[in-house]
């Protein structure tokens, strides 16, 4: 089945510093991939779009400058924290489209970044 | 407004009992819906994907129903064992590609 791999699953960085989270599709090619923050107790909320090629789409209030999302491949997506703050610390999980239709999403196994 | 909710938010059973975890959404002209699992820092299990034009989805223990008219779904759970410890989510998929999510309900099944 379609496996999404995400690298790395724990991080943690001091504040200031940039943190690049990669995504990779690893048996089919993703022209569109999705990163999710995760809040503690929260639900997952789409933060951006990221399209192979093109520049990514982001959902209202997310700050693009801090939050680079790159899509330089169809199997490699990734997003990097830019100046990292300690409320930028959370769980990041991206998702990839396998298939043409809207079923086909396989998810990542997340990324726990804590920013100290 | 799509809103996902779940309840309850959390559930202690002991092992053997039957249960069933409640997802509800305010706009029904959703495309899918389906449930996830997530063990603590990790990532989502897919467990059942429901289509809009389908009622219930089964896979093993696990049973899915759709009721999209009242914009609900329940994930029924047979003979839970301590294994089916984790956090389900439900998340709902409309046609503009954006999943939303439930803040999901953490089972604990007691030895």
């Known amino acids: 089945g379609a496996v999404v791999s995400q690298h790395p699953s724990r991080v943690i960085c001091k504040s200031g510093t940039s943190v690049k989270i990669e995504c990779r599709s690893l048996d089919f090619q993703a022209t569109t991939m999705f990163w999710y923050r995760q809040f503690p107790k929260k639900s997952l909320m789409l933060m951006a779009t990221s399209n192979e090629g093109s520049k990514a789409t982001y959902e209202q209030g997310v700050e693009k400058d801090k939050f680079l999302i790159n899509h330089a491949s169809l199997t490699l997506s990734t997003l990097t924290v830019t100046s990292a703050h300690p409320e930028d610390s959370s769980f990041y999980i991206c998702?990839?489209?396998?298939?043409?239709?809207?079923?086909?999403?396989?998810f990542g196994s997340g990324t726990r970044l804590t920013v100290v | 407004k799509q809103e996902v909710t779940q309840i309850p938010a959390a559930l202690s059973v002991p092992e053997g009992e039957n249960l069933v975890l409640n997802c509800s959404f305010t706009d029904s002209a959703i495309y899918n819906l389906q449930w996830f699992r997530q063990d603590p820092g990790k990532g989502l299990t897919s467990l059942l994907l429901i289509q809009s034009s389908q009622r219930e989805q089964t896979s093993g223990r696990l049973n899915a129903s759709l009721d999209k008219s009242s914009g609900r779904s329940t994930l029924y759970i047979a003979a839970s064992q301590p294994g089916d410890s984790a956090t389900y989510l439900c998340?709902?998929?409309?046609?503009?590609?954006?999943?939303?999510f439930g803040s999901g309900t953490k089972l604990n099944v007691k030895p």
């Open positions: 998702s990839a489209r396998a298939t043409a239709g809207l079923s086909g999403y396989t």
């Open positions: 998340a709902v998929l409309y046609n503009f590609n954006k999943f939303y």
